[in-house]
Every structure is written in structure tokens, then in C-alpha cells.
């Protein structure tokens, strides 16, 4: 049985100016950004914005420098990703090629697609999307039915891919192809790919509106899509491995406890003004549960940052963090007896009016509860 291990770990003091160089910035850039705006943190994209960030060298801060990155340490990462977060950035274009996309392709992919994608990457100049669910499959990645057909020179692509964020902007999709049907072939017959999504034939993208009307999901399909030999990631039959290992970056960043923490400011200026004794005690709760989750976080930080595998703690934190997130917009609701409003209320009313309509979402993305539990009671050898 392996046990959980969230080893306390605190931000080296060094890091303290990067934070302070961060937030100058950020007043800066988003003063004039409205607050339910900023509600959608990572969600949000700014094509320019991100081009800012990779001009500071705020992408790709662990890579080599010989690849575009900064050599920097996780902890540097760490506080770029809270201060952004907090603040509500708009870095959704360059967020999965920063966070998991690049991650991969340093660790599976060719030399020759480091060299030609991440520097892009971390110049804030090259996005990416993640082609993993399809329909009908839920979070089961080895239920994917999308086939890689070998053909001369490469793989001929015929499937569909389901809520993939970011693939109408994106201009690259990582995606998980079938190409071993065989029974047993369950997980050894899946590969990783890298799809062109600005040049390859044959690919539909469609977009999927959510509740709040925006469009950021997308279906997208492939009819007879050529995909070349020389954008296969890693090796083939072993996207099954690499998938898991990537989905350790996924899981565990601040965005799975800080998604609603701009509702949690706007309600402790709300009760500044209405007060009660009631209030403090539930904000004392939620900046408890918060604090705690940073922590966990943070540890994860820190076993990346010595090059161990979290993947275990990881869903923890996804899980937990997923169940504060969601449980914001009810307190928030309960507290004040304000409603939530879209498109003409105060910033309170705005930011709990957009949130109420997406964090239901959050317990989906990333892998749903039930998936990261079954994962959770593997890893403790209880199923």
C-alpha cells in the first residue's frame, strides 16, 4: 500500500521578489479589466497578454534554455501560477502548453519537435489543446476509440474528440489515437500524436457553448486526417504511460483550489459592508480549507521540483480542490441572501452569477470524481 505524502514545504525566500515583480505587472495590465472578467481566470484567453508573459519568461519557466525556457526552479512556477490566478490574467492561450503540453514533449517527444515547437511555446506564441475524451467514454482514456490507420509516411485519423478546450485558437492538439485494436490491446494499443490544427487536412472543429455562453469546449473530428510518422510522440503502442505521467502536471497546480477565489474577495468586501459574526466564522472556514489545499499543492511543487512522480497526491488535490471550488458559489449564495446576476449587477452579484453557471464543470475537467477516486483507492491498494 503506498500512502499519501504531503511533506510540508514553504517557498524558498528568494522567491519573494519574482511575486512582488509579478503583481506590479499585473496592477498595470489589468486595471482596467472588469472583475467578472477576471472571473475566469484560466479560462480566459488573451493571445497578447501571454506574449507579454513569455516576453518577462513567465512560459516555460522550468525548461532548458536551449528549448526557450528559463532553467527555473518550481517554486518560481509556483508563484508565477498564484499571483496570475489571484489576480484573474487572462492566460488560457498558452495555460496547457505551459502547464503539460510542453512538459510532455520535453520528456517523449523528438528533438526535432522541441526544437520547432517550444521556444514558440515560450514565447507565448504557440498554444495548445488536449485530445483525450471522446463520446460516450466519459474519463475511461482507455475506452478511446479514435484509430490511427499506419499508412505510407504516417497514420490516416478517423474519430472524434470531445470538450476540448482551446482547439478552435490552439495551433497544436496532443491526442491519444488508437492504433492496436486487439482485445488485449486495451491500454498497449493507444499512441500519442501531434496534430497541426491550422494545416492538417481532414479535421473539423466545432464549438460546444457551455451555460455561461461561451465557447472554449469544442468537438472535433477527424475524417481521413493525414497525420506524419515524424509526429508521433514517444513510442508507439505507449501513450497509455505517457498520458498518466502527463496528467500528474494537470492535476495538481493552483488552479484546482484558486478557479472561485475571486468570488471569495468580492465576498469578504460584501461583508465588510453587511457584517456579522456569522461571516467571519465562514470565511475563517473557507481560508482554512484554502490554506490547506495550498499546501498540498505545494508539496506536489516540491516533488516535481526533485523529479518524482506525484501522481497519486495529484488527484487529491484535483479531487478535494474541485469539491472547495464548487462549494463557493453556494456558500457565497446561502451567506448573503444576494442573487446571482449576469450582465447588469455589482462585481459581488457578477462574479457569483458567472461561477454559479461554471463551477459545475470543475468536478468534470482534469478527470471526474469518480475516475480520480478509483485512481485514489488503487494508489492505496484498496481495489
Not at 501560477?81 to 489576480?87: G, T
Request: hydrophobic content about 40%; some cysteine.
Amino acid at each position: 500500500m503506498q500512502p499519501f505524502r504531503f511533506d510540508l514545504c514553504e517557498l524558498p525566500g528568494e522567491t519573494m521578489g519574482l511575486r512582488e515583480e509579478i503583481r506590479a505587472f499585473l496592477a498595470e495590465e489589468l486595471r482596467s479589466v472588469p472583475k467578472v472578467k477576471r472571473a475566469q481566470t484560466w479560462s480566459g484567453s488573451d493571445p497578447e497578454f501571454s506574449r507579454k508573459m513569455g516576453a518577462k519568461g513567465w512560459i516555460g519557466m522550468t525548461w532548458p534554455k536551449k528549448y526557450g525556457g528559463h532553467e527555473r526552479s518550481f517554486f518560481d512556477r509556483y508563484v508565477m501560477l498564484e499571483e496570475m490566478l489571484a489576480a484573474g490574467a487572462p492566460v488560457g492561450a498558452h495555460w496547457i502548453g505551459d502547464r503539460q503540453s510542453g512538459p510532455l514533449l520535453l520528456r517523449f517527444g523528438t528533438e526535432e519537435q522541441r526544437q520547432s515547437i517550444l521556444p514558440r511555446v515560450a514565447k507565448g506564441e504557440c498554444y495548445f489543446c488536449i485530445g483525450m475524451s471522446e463520446p460516450d467514454s466519459g474519463s475511461d482514456l482507455a475506452a478511446t476509440r479514435t484509430r490511427a490507420d499506419k499508412v505510407d509516411g504516417g497514420f490516416r485519423v478517423n474519430g472524434t474528440k470531445l470538450w476540448t478546450s482551446g482547439a478552435h485558437t490552439a495551433h497544436y492538439m496532443i491526442a491519444l489515437f488508437r492504433t492496436d485494436s486487439a482485445p488485449e490491446a486495451k491500454h498497449s494499443g493507444l499512441t500519442q500524436f501531434l496534430v497541426d490544427l491550422k494545416t492538417t487536412q481532414g479535421v473539423t472543429i466545432r464549438p460546444i457553448k457551455d451555460l455561461a455562453g461561451n465557447a472554449h469546449f469544442n468537438e472535433v473530428v477527424f475524417e481521413d486526417a493525414f497525420v506524419p510518422d515524424n509526429m508521433m510522440v514517444g513510442t508507439l503502442g505507449g501513450g497509455w504511460g505517457q498520458v498518466t505521467a502527463e496528467l500528474a502536471f494537470e492535476r495538481s497546480g493552483p488552479e484546482r483550489y484558486l478557479s472561485s477565489f475571486l468570488l471569495m474577495v468580492e465576498m469578504i468586501r460584501e461583508l465588510e459592508i453587511h457584517g456579522g459574526d456569522e461571516g467571519a466564522a465562514v470565511i475563517g472556514r473557507l481560508v482554512a480549507h484554502l490554506l490547506t489545499l495550498r499546501q498540498m499543492s505545494l508539496s506536489v511543487a516540491g516533488m516535481l521540483e526533485k523529479g518524482e512522480n506525484p501522481a497519486l497526491e495529484a488527484s487529491v488535490v484535483k479531487d478535494l480542490g474541485a469539491i472547495f471550488e464548487q462549494d463557493m458559489p453556494v456558500v457565497a449564495h446561502e451567506l448573503l441572501g444576494i442573487a446571482p446576476t449576469i450582465g447588469d449587477g455589482s462585481d459581488y452579484e457578477e462574479v457569483l452569477g458567472y461561477l454559479t453557471q461554471t463551477t459545475p464543470s470543475f468536478s468534470l475537467r482534469g478527470g471526474t470524481r469518480e475516475i480520480l477516486r478509483g485512481i485514489i483507492a488503487r494508489g492505496l491498494g484498496l481495489r
